[in-house]
DNA sequence: AATAGTGTGTAGTATGTAGTACACATGACA
DNA sequence: TGTCATGTGTACTACATACTACACACTATT
């Protein structure tokens, strides 16, 4: 699935229960021309900026990190958590590449609960 | 500590045991300009690229993570990683960003002595 | 039938990224 | 004392990023 794609069918979702969720309207409330919506919609630009998807992303009730990985990138909170520790961080992600889901989410709880 | 001056330092002390460790000669064997690599080495240019960056930490025998971070990126596989489960690896830094040091070292010991 | 709102095509722009190319002054050294 | 290598200043370039501005055709509404 493309960003666009997923971008046009949340919004029409939304639309049909609420008349306001037109690309215009949108466009406007997020601060775009709705040309350029429409383009972003229909994948004839490269992916916005951060800040645009983050706005999109609100607007319509989706998760942002999942926009932005549609969009090939990475938040930048999470880059800028990376870059105070960096070897630490690398040498984490890359034990956990290939580790299943359920094995990283008992990661998660573990640093959750966790007492230190 | 800013990139250039650290890479600069890392340079002339090599270059104290190897004199083809001369700012013209890095240039040549990384494939850029001296002009270029000079500008690096005293901040007056934004960081290289992540190519450029990677060939220079090879070449002086650098940790290229921490080089990249010194250069306010993160190394494109760390991204890719992140990218193929956003939302998992998003809570995951979030949650270890205030994490000790010594914390995350146990979970990557975890990780790589862990039995799933 | 007029008007308002909708999505889209085309063209253009500002800023950032990632460098090259060449000239110049200085110091080593044979 | 010539020449060779070293680091640096200035100017320029190609491409990517992230949009804006305007015009147009279609649809729905009143």
């Known amino acids: 699935m493309t960003l666009g794609r997923y971008l046009r ?5 939304r639309r049909e229960r609420d008349r306001t969720y037109s690309l215009r309207q949108v466009a406007l409330r997020i601060g775009v021309e709705p040309a350029y919506l429409s383009k972003i919609e229909r994948d004839q630009v490269p992916p916005p900026s951060e800040g645009t998807i983050r706005r999109l992303a609100c607007e319509l009730d989706e998760d942002s990190d ?7 990138k990475v938040s930048g909170d999470l880059q800028a958590i990376i870059l105070q520790r960096p070897q630490l961080f690398a040498d984490l992600l890359r034990q956990l590449k290939d580790a299943p889901d359920h094995a990283i ?6 640093v959750r609960d966790g007492d230190w």
């Open 105 to 110: 989410l008992t990661v998660v709880r573990e």
């Open 66 to 72: 999942l926009l932005l990985a549609m969009a090939g």
């Open 9 to 13: 069918n949340a919004r029409e979702r």
